[in-house]
Antibody, heavy 119, light 108 residues
Framework: QVQLQESGPGLVKPSQTLSLTCTVS??????????WSWIRQHPEKGLEWIGL???????YYNPSLKSRVTISLDTSENQFSLKLNSVTAADTAVYYC???????????WGPGTLVTVSS | SYLLTQPPSVSVAPRKTATITCAGN??????VHWYQQQPGQAPMLVIY???DRPSGIPERFSGSNSGNTATLTISRVEAGDEADYYC???????????FGGGTKLTVL
């Protein structure tokens, strides 16, 4: 059974960097054919795709966030991470990590973690 | 950028059929995926590749995709189907994942 779990600070100050980690169990993030993605949801709003890392090493980002986002994999820990810099209150959201089939259909999701940007 | 349009809300009586649409330019040429999100929970994949169901998803859930509209159909609706539903595609022109705005399904 594949499981994903997000972890990281729940409170980040404006202008700082939001850093989250997704720990994967029940599957190897090195497995070919999968995408590893971050998706967020603002309070009472819809889903917003942030970006993804394809097993081949390619990364794809939402153009609206691309200048501030980095997604990377740590195969030794079976984790992948999100860094979003220069955050503002508009980045307050629930952040989900997810595994994607190809072409990206997200079949496993973490439970989500609320990140609040506030001083 | 590619845009997916869903109705904000759909209402249906129990045991009837619910239809949720997802409109996009030539969406019939893409693979469409659908997610169900219950309050306070992560989304769950209910239909992928237009009309395939993941293991554990009831046969009551089905999908279709043609022209400019993809459709999620839920037959014999139950109270537990009340949730938000999102469609999603991969836009190969921009290498982006795109979500629809979501539809709130209310069971009367």
């Amino acid at each position: 059974q594949v499981q994903l779990q997000e972890s990281g600070p729940g409170l980040v100050k404006p202008s700082q960097t939001l850093s989250l980690t997704c720990t994967v169990s029940g599957d190897s993030i090195s497995t070919s054919g999968y995408y590893w993605s971050w998706i967020r949801q603002h309070p009472e709003k819809g889903l917003e795709w942030i970006g993804l890392f394809y097993f081949s090493g390619s990364t794809y980002y939402n153009p609206s966030l691309k200048s501030r986002v980095t997604i990377s994999l740590d195969t030794s820990e079976n984790q992948f991470s999100l860094k979003l810099n220069s955050v503002t209150a508009a980045d307050t959201a629930v952040y989900y990590c997810a595994r994607g089939l190809a072409p990206p259909a997200f079949d496993y999701w973490g439970p989500g973690t609320l990140v609040t940007v506030s001083s | 950028s590619y845009l997916l349009t869903q109705p904000p809300s759909v209402s249906v009586a129990p045991r009837k059929t619910a239809t949720i649409t997802c409109a996009g330019n030539n969406i019939g040429g893409k693979s469409v995926h659908w997610y169900q999100q219950q309050p306070g929970q992560a989304p769950m994949l209910v239909i992928y590749y237009n009309n395939d169901r993941p293991s554990g998803i009831p046969e009551r859930f089905s999908g279709s995709n043609s022209g400019n509209t993809a459709t999620l159909t839920i037959s014999r609706v139950e109270a537990g189907d009340e949730a938000d539903y999102y469609c999603q595609v991969w836009d190969s022109a921009t290498d982006c994942v795109v979500f629809g705005g979501g539809t709130k399904l209310t069971v009367l």
